[in-house]
């Protein structure tokens, strides 16, 4: 079997107009039926589909294991005046940034996989950019069978896991829509977090008031927002703390201290997660709940435990049936378990909020 770097450079080939024959080949497959399998399993798409992308202006992305649709578009549809992302039955819209543009893309969800409805990038390698953006938007490879195995016999995660089969932690599309999300939601309610970030979407794009049957439009860049001046997103309702914060952070993720966290994407090894987490923490504005939400949801990381969290205080409370919300310590510990998919379990405790049980 060849490893994740042939793959992907079979990907290219493929890309390039290469016959999936030649792409085996050169990934070191004998046999082209073993190679058509593992790289569905690795790219999560047949070699012939990813190469007919350009003519056909679709291909199918398959999920590879379990998938919660229900979930998934509820999720996706959370907030129905949303400028920057569009649902419509099963079908999702939104643009994701490639090469500095923004693709639109539409995203057809169905059981066993969703079919992607996008014009190819001309470029092989920022195609494939997308294509990558998308698998991990989806969080398709995250380690669900992994986590499921150890956590199957606990008393508490067993019963979500198997409540929740098929849920994944969706992805936003850069580091730096996490982090916005991460100050904007900052000690304010869930309704008015989704007010400040579509006006944060309107007064970056010049966009008039009901305008929102355009939508959608392209999430802020940093660019965007450092041509912003604070007294602009103070008439918006963010406070001058806010806006700053953001404001600092364009620049950390523009040119700064966070433009090579920006720049590596998912291309991170376990030895490099505390140096990201020093740096998030070095930036004004986010402290260790904002630098875990950011890791999760910005980067894919899997193990963190946004400690402080009220929902996941409130969860913890709730499936322990404990008296009192636990304390940070009573966070850590009984978390501890779930290593190293803690992130995951966060994410299935707070889907435990939204979706009580019936039992």
């Excluded at 059981?111 to 001309?122: G, H, I, K, Q």
């Excluded at 932690?169 to 999300?181: F, R, V």
Aim: charged share 20%; aromatic share 10%; net charge positive.
């Amino acid at each position: 079997m060849a490893d994740g770097a042939h793959i992907e450079d079979a990907a290219l080939r493929l890309l390039h107009g290469g016959s999936a024959l030649s792409a085996a080949r050169a990934a070191g497959y004998a046999d082209a039926a073993l190679f058509a399998r593992d790289f569905l399993r690795r790219m999560h798409v047949a070699p012939d589909a990813l190469r007919r992308w350009g003519a056909s202006g679709r291909y199918r992305l398959v999920y590879g294991g379990p998938f919660h649709l229900e979930q998934t578009l509820s999720y996706l549809g959370r907030d129905p005046d949303n400028l920057a992302e569009r649902v419509e039955g099963r079908r999702y819209m939104r643009l994701f940034p490639v090469g500095g543009a923004a693709v639109p893309v539409s995203l057809v969800l169905g059981a066993r996989f969703c079919t992607v409805v996008a014009r190819r990038p001309r470029a092989a390698r920022r195609a494939l950019e997308l294509h990558r953006l998308l698998v991990r938007f989806l969080g398709l490879a995250q380690p669900l069978a992994a986590f499921y195995r150890g956590a199957a016999g606990h008393a508490v995660m067993g019963p979500l896991v198997r409540r929740f089969a098929g849920v994944r932690i969706p992805q936003l599309p850069t580091l730096w829509e996490s982090l916005c999300w991460a100050v904007i939601g900052q000690q304010i309610n869930l309704a008015f977090a989704y007010r400040l970030r579509n006006r944060l979407i309107a007064v970056a794009h010049g966009i008039a008031p009901g305008a929102a049957d355009a939508a959608p439009y392209p999430f802020p860049s940093p660019a965007d927002v450092l041509r912003l001046r604070v007294d602009e997103l103070r008439a918006q309702q963010f406070s001058r703390q806010k806006a700053r914060y953001l404001m600092g952070l364009a620049e950390a993720c523009a040119t700064g201290e966070l433009a090579s966290l920006e720049a590596a994407g998912l291309q991170h090894s376990l030895r490099d997660w505390p140096d990201i987490e020093r740096r998030l923490l070095a930036q004004t504005g986010l402290g260790p709940w904002s630098a875990a939400y950011a890791m999760m949801r910005g980067l894919g990381y899997l193990d963190g435990l946004p400690v402080g969290d009220s929902g996941l205080r409130t969860a913890l409370q709730r499936a322990f049936r404990l008296a009192q919300p636990p304390t940070v310590a009573q966070q850590e510990r009984l978390m501890e378990p779930f290593r190293p998919y803690r992130s995951l379990a966060t994410y299935y405790l707070w889907k435990s909020l939204a979706s009580p049980s019936t039992d």
